[in-house]
């Protein structure tokens, strides 16, 4: 397996890290001096060194003088010139006996200091010779359909392949995913970005299930998608008791390819016995899902819980037949269309604010959480049965926008539980009052419960109790009237039915012949965009621990 990385813009105790770790586990480090102007600090000739010229880094660590490093060039070839050097009056007797120094300045070998070691050498090679002790692994799999589930960051990353690796104690494994050459039927034509990712697994009962969520510290290693058609990459991992999860992805989802997985590590005590297991999670052990789907017509209503139109949106009846259990639904947004720019990568899409409802007859079977990121949302429960059926309802904030800006639009929910259910038959019946428990709310809304309490400071500029507002006519007036309290009135705004905050009334209007006439549109429509990034950003720092 071999590796490089550039000297200059890796962080000096991380090269110096992988280095010792290399030459500790017996990989060959090669490197290349730099070219003037291109990498180089100077003329590398200047100071004995050859352009562009492969050295081989023989050993290194830490010495009386500090970091140094052993280097060998061809044979003949010059040697450096600089501090350390052969001739360099800093070698004295001491320092040569333990360093086993030779004053041969034909033998291609000499010493450099670490810090002029990444001031004249660009690039750096580690090379891993796997031996016939090593335990290698193989999966071959593809990314088809709804296995395509895109980078960590979207909400569908979940239906992405995913393997369980049994680590029992300290290993250090070097990853690789290869691609197809394009001469392949099933091979793309241009690679995409790709990477992997490593999870702590799930607890018991559910070790052998795939991941639906992250949270905070559960992601022990994600690499940045890379546009190649093979990654590498070495991780080393403390032994657990509970599976750690492996999952390929491409940075977003749709991308169709095969692949193919090796994990490789070495075996301590060469017993022939691998240290690791790798295995794929199995359907007949992981979680039981249903799942539906449908488009959006926002021409009957819909939006948010508490709308007076709030019954026209999908209802979803689910039934529990085995016992009480834990659900996982999700809601997501299909169909989505992309920014428009036309290079590959730099694409976004604008996804419309969606949330999901879970409708029960007692509001003490349902446990509430917070909003999922921005392609969908996701809500974890607790349900026990009930001679009612639980009805899920998935919404838009403004239905009426959403399907104008992305005609086509539908949606998809999916359920996952430990316990047998049945899910997907449409809920017919009328939902009396009080019937509705909204447990998930949009994503430019997910700081907000259902309960309305009072709002992050950086978010109180924006936001107003719904019984403070009431809707907006769209009518033209000046922005000062657009959300003033109000006892009467029924929310027309072009049917867009806003009436939560200022913030939800402007956008109501975009896209209307009324987007002119108000003079905050712009203002409120980049601060939802700097909001929405924030979180996004937030939310994977905090997953990446």
Known sequence: MARSIEAAAAEPDALWQ?????????????CRAGVAGNGAAGDPAAVGLQ????????????????????????????????????????????????????????????WMDF????????LVYTCRMADDKWTKMTARSQWVDASAGGGPNFVSWRHNPQWLLRVPRPTRLTLSMT?????????????????????????????????????????VFSSEPRFSRRFIQEVSLPGSEVPYLLMPFTHEPGLESPFTLVVQTDDRDEDGVADITMEPVQPATDWRTGSASGSWDASGGGGAPGMPTFGANPQLELRLTGGGGRFFIFAESVG????????????????????????????????QVEAAPRDGVVLQCALEPSDAPY???????????????????????????DVEFEFG???????????SIPVSNPHIDHHYHHHYPTPPPTHRALWRHPSQLSPCSGSGVDASAVCEPADTGPPVC????????????????????QRSKCPFYDIYERLDKIEQGVDRHLSLMALMG
Request: net charge neutral.
């Open 179 to 219: 691609l197809p050459q394009p001469d392949g039927d099933a091979a793309p034509a241009q690679p995409f970005a790709i990477g992997a990712c490593l999870f702590r697994g799930n607890d018991a009962p559910d070790g052998v299930r795939r991941k639906l969520v992250l949270v905070e510290g559960d992601v």
């Open 18 to 30: 992988e280095m010792m770790g290399a030459w500790t586990g017996g990989a060959v480090i090669g």
């Open 51 to 110: 352009p562009a010229e492969t050295y081989c880094a023989v050993t290194g660590g830490e010495m009386p003088p500090g970091k140094m490093v052993r280097l060998r060039a061809f044979h003949g070839s010059p040697e450096w010139r600089g501090r350390w050097a052969d001739d360099d009056p800093g070698w004295t007797s001491q320092l040569r006996n333990l360093m086993r120094f030779s004053r041969d300045a034909g033998d291609g070998s000499f």
């Open 391 to 417: 009805v899920i309802s998935p919404y838009l904030q403004h239905p009426a926008v959403a399907v104008a800006s992305h005609p086509g639009l539908g949606y998809r929910i999916a359920v996952y539980s």
């Open 115 to 122: 810090g002029d070691f990444r001031r004249w050498f660009s």
């Open 336 to 367: 989505v269309h992309q920014d428009g720019r036309l290079q590959e990568g730099l694409q976004q899409a604008e996804f419309p604010s969606i949330g999901v409802a879970l409708h029960c007859a007692s509001p003490a079977l349902t446990q």
């Open 425 to 435: 038959g449409a809920h017919t019946a009328a939902l009396p009052p009080g019937y």
């Open 494 to 513: 072009g049917g867009h039915n806003c009436w939560c905050c200022i913030h939800d009334a402007k956008f109501a209007q975009r896209r209307t012949t």
